[in-house]
C-alpha cells in the first residue's frame, strides 16, 4: 500500500530535550516536505527536498533541521525544542518538484513543556 | 512575498445547497495552485491541481477553477460527507508551498 509513515504520533517532551520525528515513503517520490499545522495560521511549511541531499527553507525553518541521505526518509529534527514548537506536525511526499498531489502522513501530535 | 487568502473561514450548508469556496492569491510565477481536503485528525487529501488562468477541473461534486488573482472551489448539492476543512496552496517560482487557512465546511442534513 502507498503511504507515508511518521513516527512517533504522539509525543511530550521537555524543553531543550533533542528529538526525531521520523517520516518515510514507499513510492520512489522525489520530493518530500515537512509542514506544521497551528490553529488559525493553517499549514506552514518548514523545510522541503527536492530530492537526495538537496534540502531548503520552507517559511519557518528556525528551530528545525533535516536530512535526506535516503530518497524514502526525510527526518525532522528538533535540536532543542521550546514551548513554541508545540504543534501537529506532517510529512508529505510527491512525484515532483510541480506535480504537486502531495500524499500525506497521518500527522505527529508534538508537546514541548 | 507570496500570500494565499480563503474565504470564508467557516460555512454552513444544508445537504444539496450548492456555493462556491474562494481562494485569493498572490505569488511570484505561478506554478501551480492546489486544492486539499481534510477532515479531522487526518492529513490533507489531494484534490486538484490547477496550472494556468481558465483552467478548470472536476471531481464529483466538486469543481475548482482558476483566474489570474483567485480560484473557487464550487460545491454542487453536497452531502453530509462533504463536511470538511478545504485548504488552497499555491507554488510560485521557487519550490515552497504556500496554504492558506482553510475554510471549514460543515453541511447539514
Known amino acids: 500500500e502507498a503511504q507515508v509513515t511518521q513516527n512517533p504520533r504522539y509525543l511530550i517532551t521537555v524543553t531543550g530535550k533533542k528529538l526525531t520525528v521520523t517520516c518515510s515513503q514507499n513510492m520512489n517520490h522525489e520530493y518530500m516536505s515537512w509542514y506544521r499545522q497551528d490553529p488559525g495560521l493553517g499549514l506552514r511549511q518548514i523545510y522541503y527536498s527536492m530530492n537526495v541531499e538537496v534540502t531548503d527553507k520552507g517559511d519557518v525553518p528556525e528551530g528545525y533541521k533535516v536530512s535526506r541521505k535516503e530518497k524514502r526518509n526525510f527526518p525532522l529534527i528538533l535540536e532543542s525544542p521550546s514551548p513554541n514548537q508545540t504543534s501537529l506536525y506532517f510529512c508529505?511526499?510527491?512525484?515532483?518538484?510541480?506535480?504537486?498531489?502531495?500524499?500525506f502522513g497521518p500527522g505527529t501530535r508534538l508537546t514541548v513543556l | 512575498e507570496d500570500q494565499v487568502t480563503q474565504s470564508p473561514e467557516a460555512l454552513r450548508l444544508q445537504e444539496g445547497e450548492s456555493s462556491s469556496l474562494n481562494c485569493s492569491y498572490t505569488v511570484s510565477g505561478l506554478r501551480g495552485l492546489f486544492w486539499y481536503r481534510q477532515d479531522p485528525g487526518k492529513g490533507p487529501e489531494f484534490l486538484f491541481t490547477?496550472?494556468?488562468a481558465g483552467e478548470e477541473k472536476e471531481k464529483e461534486r466538486l469543481k475548482a477553477t482558476l483566474t489570474k488573482k483567485e480560484s473557487f472551489l464550487h460545491i454542487t448539492a453536497p452531502k453530509p460527507e462533504d463536511s470538511a476543512t478545504y485548504l488552497c496552496?499555491?507554488?510560485?517560482?521557487?519550490?515552497?508551498?504556500?496554504f492558506g487557512s482553510g475554510t471549514r465546511l460543515l453541511v447539514r442534513p
Open positions: 508529505a511526499s510527491s512525484t515532483g518538484t510541480t506535480n504537486n498531489e502531495q500524499f
Open positions: 496552496a499555491v507554488q510560485g517560482s521557487s519550490y515552497k508551498l504556500i
Open positions: 490547477l496550472y494556468s
